[in-house]
């Protein structure tokens, strides 16, 4: 019998490498149809939108970019991103250390919780912030008596971003942690170190990639969120516009040129986003390889 199975194993060894896979039509179709998927769905808006933009020749470009409202536009949305994406990377770390370091109750809970963005359309949680901040909302009488205000303003938009964008750092690092085991933190607090000595000498380096990686993906939500920040700005042109709200109001305007410019800056940021996503993936990839065939010896 281990005479027959040895043979059967010499005899599968020899066997062309091409019966083992897919016949080479089938390669080329799906690969065929994924790049013409990608170029139709990708390259080509890409493009048109970089071909609109100077339609009319650079200066007009220039020119539809250092309008008042397009650089309030693009101040606001690198303020609100400023200020989302940090909000998000200290809630990121703490609910990705709680949830993969510990078990506790609630633990299930709050992970459908980190999920809860991705499940709910941003429209409705841009009317969430109206009901509870709005003039008639939940807390709106008390906010309009002490002049504060939050709805139709910069607040809300803050408030909506940071909503809609708060999973993406988390659920990055929580696999990241969790592969990385406890041990390497136990041993440092045996050794003597502090908690912040542990976290930034042991943990840190072992998140870094997926952490940023969070961070390039939060970022590029930040910026480019349009449901909620629609429902909460108010639309008041040169004071509670982003960038896509802009765009939008500029095409509805049929001010085409100037919309593809608003946008083609949009374009630009996704472009670097998705490179630096390239290169971070390829960084994450090789330390969770590194960490898997470091820890292969201690557990043999």
């Known amino acids: 019998m281990a005479g027959y199975v040895s043979a059967h194993r010499q005899g599968s060894a020899t066997l062309p490498r091409r019966r083992l896979t897919e016949p ?5 179709t799906l690969i065929g149809i994924a790049l013409a998927f990608l170029a139709l769905f990708l390259a080509v808006p890409l ?15 220039w020119a539809a970019l250092e309008d008042p409202d397009a650089l309030s536009a693009i101040r606001l949305t690198l303020f609100v991103a400023a200020i989302a994406v940090p909000s998000n990377l200290i809630f990121g770390i703490s609910a990705g250390w709680a949830i993969a370091k510990f078990r506790f109750p609630g633990r299930n809970l709050l992970i459908t919780l980190i999920d809860l ?3 709910v ?4 949680s841009g009317l969430v912030f109206v009901l509870l901040f709005g003039r008639r909302g939940w807390f709106g009488p008390w906010l309009f008596d002490h002049d504060i205000k939050i709805v139709f303003a910069v607040p809300g938009i803050v408030l909506a971003t940071i909503f809609v964008s708060f999973p993406f750092i988390a659920r990055e690092i929580i696999p990241v942690m969790e592969a990385s085991g406890t041990e390497e933190e136990e041993a440092a607090r045996v050794l003597g170190a502090s ?6 000498r042991v943990t840190l380096p072992n998140i870094k990639w997926g952490l940023l990686y969070g961070v390039i993906l939060c970022n590029a939500r930040a910026m480019g969120e349009f449901g909620a920040v629609s429902v909460v700005s108010g639309h008041v042109r040169g004071r509670t516009n982003t960038m896509p709200l802009h765009v939008e109001i500029l095409y509805n305007e049929y001010n085409f040129q100037a919309a593809f410019a608003v946008a083609s800056v949009l374009a630009l940021l996704a472009l670097v986003t998705l490179v630096a996503k390239a290169v971070i ?4 990839a090789r330390s969770l390889a590194a960490h898997d065939e470091t820890a292969a010896p201690e557990s043999a």
């Open 47 to 61: 493009v048109m939108v970089f071909s609109e933009a100077f339609a009319k020749g650079v200066d007009a470009y």
């Open 24 to 28: 080479a039509l089938v390669r080329w």
């Open 121 to 124: 359309s941003p429209v409705i």
């Open 281 to 284: 993936e390829r960084r994450l």
């Open 117 to 119: 963005p991705f499940a």
């Open 195 to 200: 908690g912040l000595q542990t976290f930034f």
